[in-house]
Nanobody, 117 residues
């Protein structure tokens, strides 16, 4: 099992930046994939970015070139640096962890990002 705690959300103007953090309760090198998803009311939760144990990254097309996922193994933390934010980035952002030996994914409680126009 793993517990995930997100932080760093808030209110920012269009064009601004935020950095989200996801602190894991175990070594992130024991987790196969860690990622960020986002959800708006009435919409399904969708992938924003993810990073594998080997360091490979994937991004949603809508955030490529603006968002960067990274990790700090010493802090067991994964980050999402968000630049050039747009109003359509407004959502609750959730941290996700996939451990191959476990049946279920793990989720944090989410952090709200609001981008004002």
């Amino acid at each position: 099992q793993v517990q995930l705690v997100e932080s760093g959300g808030g209110l920012v103007q269009t064009g601004g930046s935020l950095r989200l953090s996801c602190a894991a309760s175990r070594s992130i090198f024991s987790i196969n994939v860690m990622g960020w998803y986002r959800q708006t009311p009435g919409q399904q939760r969708g992938l924003v970015a993810r990073i594998t144990l080997g360091g490979s990254t994937n991004y949603a097309d809508s955030v490529k070139g603006r968002f960067t996922i990274s990790r700090d193994s010493a802090k067991n933390t994964v980050y999402l640096q968000m630049n050039s934010l747009k109003p359509e980035d407004t959502a609750i952002y959730y941290c996700n962890a996939v451990i191959s030996s476990d049946v279920v994914d793990y989720w944090g409680k989410g952090t709200l990002v609001t981008v004002s126009s």
